[in-house]
C-alpha cells in the first residue's frame, strides 16, 4: 500500500508541475498564435510571408525543356555523291578493226612462197600473220628397210618370184635406207587398194607410209584498196580470199 500511494503522490505533482509550466508561474511563458512564434525564432528579418497577392514566377522565363527527337527522324544519313560504290571496272575490249578494213588470207603455201609474200605485204606497210600445219600429201606403200643393200636384194628376188615387178631400193642415206618402195599414191584410198593386191599375192611385212608436208598460211587485215595496189602484178599474191567469219 505504501508503494502505491508514493505513485499516487509523484503522478499529482507532475502535474502540478506541468500546469504551473503551461500558466507561465515557472518564469517561462509559452508562445501565443503565430507572431509570437515568429518573434522568438531566430533572425526573423529573413523571413518572406507569400500571400494570394504575390506575383507569382513568370513560368515563360523558364527555359522550356527540348522536345524529345522522334525516332523515326533518326535515320542514317545518305552517302555523299563522291562516296556512291563504283561499278567494277571492265577488261578493255579489242578495238574492232574499222569498218573498211577486212581479213584476207593466203593457204597451201611453201616456205619459198611464204617467205616471199611476207615480204611483199610487208613493204606494202601491212602486218601478215604466219602460221604452219603439216598435211598428208601422199601415202607410200613400202617394206621397212632391212638393214642392209645384201638384205634388200635378197628380198626383191622374193618379191619377183610372186609376180611383183614395180618396186625399187632407196639408195639414199637416212632413216629409209634400203627399204622396199611398192608404190607412191597421192589418195589414202588408192595406197589401201595397192596393198590389198599385194597381200593377195602374199606379200608380208607391206604397211604405208604418210608423207606429210608442211604447209603455211598467211593472214592479214587491210583495205581491200590498198590490198590491190600492194599484191598488183604478183599472180601468186592475187590468190587470196576472204577469211571465214
Known sequence: ?????????LLLLLNALAF???KGWLGFV????EPERIT???HPDRIKLLGANAPAKDASSAPAPAAPVPSSAVATAPPAENEQQREPEQPAATPAPPPDTQCFFWSGLNASDADRLTALLTAGGLVPRQSSVEVPTSWWVR??????REEAERRVR????????????????GPNQFA?????????????????????KGVRGAGIAVRDTLEYRLEVNAERVGLTSTIAGDPLAQRHARCPP
Open 180 to 200: 622396199i618402195s611398192l608404190g607412191l599414191f597421192k589418195t589414202e584410198a588408192s595406197s589401201n587398194q595397192q596393198l590389198a593386191q599385194l597381200r593377195a
Open 30 to 33: 509559452p508562445p501565443r498564435g
Open 20 to 22: 504551473a509550466a503551461i
Open 1 to 9: 500500500m505504501t508503494t502505491l500511494r508514493f505513485v499516487l503522490i
Open 40 to 42: 522568438n525564432q531566430l
Open 158 to 173: 622374193e618379191l619377183r618370184a610372186q609376180g611383183i615387178t614395180d618396186l625399187y631400193i632407196v639408195p639414199d642415206a
Open 143 to 148: 617394206i621397212p628397210p632391212q638393214g642392209s
